[in-house]
């Protein structure tokens, strides 16, 4: 792993990101496992294993997919199932005829994004999600369900809408309740801003945010998830590279049928895990595209993951039980900075040869 050492240095030199930290395990055992550079350049805090990232996209792999997991586990939902069947807003509209599964593939027709944020932000803080779903509920499709893949926040908007709605109780409380705690996931988290309590922890720093005319740390950085108090489905999850492997890894070990925990279901992680031909990805999770794709050319085909703006990201490899873990602040002090771009593919490639699969 002394290339892949070298690799993190020169990064840090170069300027991709200001610190960051890189989990790497094989077989369920960790082989590599090391931070780097600060986690705040301002006050020269350095990154340490411990340090609390904002992961972004990520949310929506660890926190909004696996709620939906549990809910099929539960039958209160099937992936088939249309919107309009649960949401009863949608009943007329041209929205409730996408599916669950349409949702988790970024096939459902919708825009990729949209800045709510200026406009739900005025609201007092207990009527903002409210104010959302009223600007969700007026989005017109833009293609057909399940005819185009385009990656979409707003989907995953929509899913922690549902889960709310099936589970009567907010995403946060939902996969602290049913996933989290269960599991001892303690370093796994939302931060709920509405609450006006500022967060405890070791917090990498994002962006000096333009909007919010402050440095971002321990505050969620995607303006549309802060402006409805941090808990989203498309974003808001915390955590540590420790707590997101320990994640990863149960759903792993239940996709081989290892685990005896009983939160997931292996036939449901099988399931959920499958690449889904018509997107070129599993349900809620990413899949390698191929050699040009940010996990770079050496995971096999049996992949899943996801990146997140901020400079996170994970890939698992079923095939050989190895995952890498890459949580960095590269968004601090500004989301200009996009050399992380070049850097995961080289960085995975070495990864995996240090492994021996290249």
């Known amino acids: 792993m002394k290339t892949v050492d070298r690799l993190m240095q020169k990064a840090l030199e170069d300027g991709v990101f200001p610190g960051g930290v890189l989990l790497v395990s094989k077989e369920d055992q960790i082989v590599f496992f090391e931070d780097y550079g600060y986690a705040d350049i301002f006050s020269g805090t350095r990154m340490t294993r411990e340090t609390i990232f904002d992961l972004a996209s990520i949310t929506k792999t660890l926190a909004t997919t696996p709620a939906v997991m549990r809910l099929v586990q539960q039958n209160k939902l099937n992936i088939e199932t249309r919107i309009g069947e649960i949401l009863s807003e949608f009943t007329s509209d041209e929205k409730g005829n996408i599916r669950i599964r349409e949702l988790l593939t970024h096939t459902s027709g919708l825009i990729d994004w949209r800045p709510y944020y200026p406009d739900v932000y005025p609201y007092p803080p207990k009527d903002r999600k409210a104010a959302l779903r009223a600007m969700l509920l007026k989005e017109s499709l833009i293609e057909q369900p399940g005819e185009k893949m385009l ?7 929509f899913l922690e809408w549902i889960v709310e709605s099936l589970s009567r109780k907010t995403l946060d409380n939902f996969v602290k309740e049913e996933i989290y705690d269960p599991l001892g996931l303690d370093n796994l988290f939302f931060t ?16 000096n945010c333009p909007w919010r005319k402050m440095v971002l740390q321990g505050l969620v950085h995607d303006d549309n998830a802060y402006s409805v108090g941090g808990v989203c489905g498309h974003a808001g999850l915390f955590g540590t590279a420790e707590a997101v492997r320990l994640l990863v890894s149960e759903l792993l070990n239940t996709y081989y049928g290892h685990s005896s925990k009983g939160i997931f279901r292996q036939d449901i992680v099988s399931l959920f895990f499958k690449r889904q031909e018509n997107a070129g990805r599993a349900l809620g999770f990413d899949c390698p595209p191929g050699k040009d794709g940010s996990c770079g050319q050496y995971f096999s085909e049996k992949t899943i993951g996801h990146l997140g703006f901020t400079g996170t990201s994970f890939w698992a490899d079923m095939m050989r039980f190895a995952v890498v873990i890459l949580l960095t602040n590269r968004v601090h002090p500004s ?23 290249a």
């Not at 990656?151 to 908007?157: A, I, P, R, T, V």
């Not at 709920?192 to 962006?207: M, Y």
């Not at 992380?340 to 070495?350: E, G, N, Q």
């Open 335 to 357: 989301r200009e900075n996009i050399k992380i771009r070049a850097f995961r593919p080289m960085l995975h490639d070495a990864v995996m040869k240090a492994l021996g699969y």
């Open 192 to 207: 709920d801003t509405s609450s006006g309590i500022t967060p405890e922890g070791h917090f990498a720093a994002t962006e």
């Open 151 to 157: 990656y979409s926040d707003l989907g995953f908007m």
